[in-house]
């Protein structure tokens, strides 16, 4: 394992990588950080006197303002974890009455909290045991999902004017009992992704339905570990991250993969935490496939790690399009938004797919990728290299072939090689079968075996 030298900075509770580029700001949250809207509005959870308010700062942490406050009506409580902001930028607020049988009431807001109004008030749906509000998610205006830790549901698709139930989500497949319910993710379409922990241990059940047809559930997988986040990425896949277990899925519809606390650019980049040991993390991020990660930014500072599946430290994208951290007490806002923060590293040695060519790249300088392993993808007829390829909004120019990079493709017929290509690595056509000829120019100046 290579060992990174590192230079300790002493910077209210961040220190560097050696040669890495800090993106980390500080920011002063009163409580607990709730959602930041798309100007940059922060909005946290303060309890501190006999009474809840909902707090908001324009200004990066510096002045909070009260903007919505259970003084004037004692009977509700605001609920931490009861807290949405939608696509459209309709901000939610779920209260619990406290002596009208715990029923719920749905605030909303749709001028950043300046003012609120209040749906149709939500019967209590905590019927299964011993359960508690779990949370709630607004992917639009019109569609509002609760959920307790016991697997109870209610939902709206008219924006809160009705409300629909069902308790006690059926299990898998009939042969276990699921124990908690730890995160629910829900997209425009209706898509609803499910996460449980299993009463038989530290064991994840992920399910998914479709809010207009709850009743019908498809069980995906049981893994050791817990899935604690889940978030949906930009062209719809789900990106469901898993405490407890290395293990990578990869679905039509969604990736399972090793993180504890997640979250996915606009431009379909997956954040992580990578936990260096038990007190220090730092920023590690995927394009498009939640496979690859690779690390940039300032080693975090963190707490003890409460148990073995759940550490200190979370990231959160907020609409701002920036993502903040929370470790060790202190927030975090980062300096470049999620979709820049790539671009900080220089890409060398990264693989990646270029749809429009259909083949596989591998990038050796700031300007130049090879032609890679296909990685068994099974390519039929005439191929065209291209000149450039783009990679994060990067142009690089075609310089050579890889070994073994066509290796095995028997139904490949021609490869137009362009001109800027000067090398062609050993057995790069090795048993292509059906090849008839390739288009080679001049530039090419060696041939592997």
């Known amino acids: ?23 980390w700001k500080p920011i002063n949250v009163e409580g607990s950080l709730l959602g930041v809207s798309s100007d940059g509005s922060i909005f946290a959870y ?30 509700v409580r ?45 019967p209590n749906f905590l019927v299964s045991g011993m359960v508690e509000f779990g949370g709630i998610t607004a992917p639009t205006n019109d569609i509002i999902v609760c959920w307790s830790s016991g697997g109870d549901y209610t939902w709206s698709i008219d ?84 405490c407890g277990n290395e293990v990578y899925i ?33 920023l590690s991020y ?48 980062s300096i470049p938004n999620a979709n820049d923060i790539p671009s900080l590293n220089d890409w060398i040695g990264v693989c990646f797919f270029d749809e429009v060519s259909n083949l596989y790249y591998i990038i050796r300088d700031t300007s130049t990728v090879e032609v890679t392993w296909s990685n068994g993808a099974q390519y039929q007829g005439a191929f065209v290299i291209p000149e450039t390829v783009s990679y994060m909004g990067t142009a690089y120019t075609v310089t050579g072939i890889e070994k073994w990079a066509f290796y095995n493709l028997s139904e490949v017929t021609f490869v137009d090689i362009p001109e800027a290509v000067t090398h062609i690595g050993d057995r790069a056509f090795y048993h292509c079968t059906g090849l008839d000829s390739t288009s080679i120019s001049n530039s090419v100046t060696s041939i592997g075996k």
């Open 46 to 75: 303060s309890d501190y006197f006999e009474y809840v308010e909902i707090v908001r700062s324009l200004d990066e942490g510096e002045t909070w303002q009260v903007v919505l406050s259970s003084e004037p009506e004692p009977d």
């Open 159 to 242: 924006g809160g004017a009705t409300w629909s139930y069902t308790y006690k989500t059926p299990p898998h497949d009939g042969s276990y009992l699921p124990h908690q319910l730890c995160d629910v993710i829900v997209n425009a379409s209706g898509d609803l992704y499910a996460s449980y922990m299993l009463y038989s241990g530290y064991q994840a059940a992920p399910m998914r339905t479709n809010i207009f047809d709850i009743s019908s559930w498809q069980g995906l997988y049981i893994l050791d570990g817990v899935i604690w986040d889940m978030e949906f990425g930009p062209d719809g896949y789900a990106f469901l991250g898993i």
């Open 286 to 333: 995927s394009p498009h496939d939640a496979n690859n990660f690779f690390d940039v930014g300032e080693v975090m500072e963190l707490h003890e790690p409460y148990s073995n599946l759940l550490c200190d430290g979370n990231i959160y994208k907020g609409q701002d399009k920036h993502l903040y951290f929370h470790g060790n007490g202190q927030y975090w806002k």
């Open 250 to 282: 990869q679905d039509d519809r969604y990736f399972i993969f090793s993180g504890q606390s997640i979250a996915v650019s606009d431009n379909d980049v997956v954040y992580r935490l990578r936990y260096i040991d038990d007190t220090h993390a730092v």
């Open 1 to 23: 394992m290579k060992r990174l030298a590192l230079t300790l900075v002493i910077c209210l509770g961040c220190m560097s990588i050696l040669g890495a580029q800090n993106i």
């Open 78 to 122: 605001f609920l931490e974890n009861g807290f949405a902001i939608s696509e459209e930028g309709r901000i939610f607020v779920l209260g619990e009455h406290q002596e009208d049988n715990f029923d719920f009431c749905l605030f909303y807001s749709d001028d950043n909290g300046d003012t609120w109004q209040q749906t149709t008030e939500i």
